[in-house]
């Protein structure tokens, strides 16, 4: 079955840093790929959506890549923030609209 | 309502008890999806609904897990003989999904279950 990894470890970085969480599946590749945000004691919310054939997609600081080849796909947030700390998910798109998640990564931004 | 709506947010049960967990969607999404969701853990799969079927149930992991969605709009999901394994975050997420692309999903805040 498939299996996404993500950082199991919380990645601290300083305030105004780039961050880079990473994903990585094994098997096949979905069609689509989606990260989300979640705060503790919240619903996860969606970010961006990530097709196949797209190699990067962005929206303001945030940027996502996926690479089929090397079944990964690395989320960006650039001048990071504070408000930026929190759980990042990824998820897979299995087909079937069945979204699987990742255990999540931590990051945690200090100013 | 503007977003998906879980009640109860908590809830606190017996070993052995039954319990309900109502999902209101957000107007208009056809597709409904519960997720359980463990400490640490990202969310898990549980079911799938299309309109008022269920499309996809093999999330669920027994016979004593039920979910409904009668009337194509809110759902209800059932928990019998209710166990301590069973305790989690149970959360609900509605989408315009159709043709089998998974779109983006809208979350509710969950409904905490603690089973002692």
């Known amino acids: 079955s498939q299996k996404i990894e993500q950082n199991s470890e919380a990645l601290n970085i300083q305030e105004g840093k780039t961050a880079t969480l990473t994903c990585n599946y094994t098997n096949y590749s979905p069609a689509y790929l989606q990260w989300y945000r979640q705060d503790p004691g919240r619903g996860p919310v969606f970010l961006l959506l990530?097709?196949?054939?797209?190699k990067e997609k962005r929206k303001e600081r945030l940027k996502v890549t996926f690479d089929t080849t090397l079944k990964q796909s690395l989320f960006h947030i650039t001048a990071s923030q504070p408000a930026d700390s929190a759980t990042y998910l990824c998820a897979l798109d299995m087909g079937g609209n069945k979204l699987v998640f990742g255990a999540g990564t931590i990051l945690r931004v200090k100013s | 309502g503007a977003g998906v709506s879980q009640t109860p947010s908590n809830k606190v049960t017996e070993k052995g008890k039954y319990v309900e967990l109502r999902c209101d969607p957000i107007s208009g999404h056809t597709a409904l999806y519960w997720y359980r969701q463990s400490l640490g853990q990202g969310p898990e799969f549980l079911i799938y609904f299309q309109g008022t079927g269920a499309a996809d149930d093999s999330g669920l992991p027994n016979d004593r897990f039920f979910a409904v969605r009668p009337e194509g709009s809110v759902s209800t999901l059932k928990i019998q003989r209710t166990e301590r394994g069973d305790s989690a975050v149970y959360l609900c997420a509605s989408s315009l999904t159709a043709g089998g692309v998974t779109g983006e999903l809208f979350f509710g805040e969950g409904s905490r279950l603690t089973v002692l």
């Open positions: 990530i097709r196949e054939n797209e």
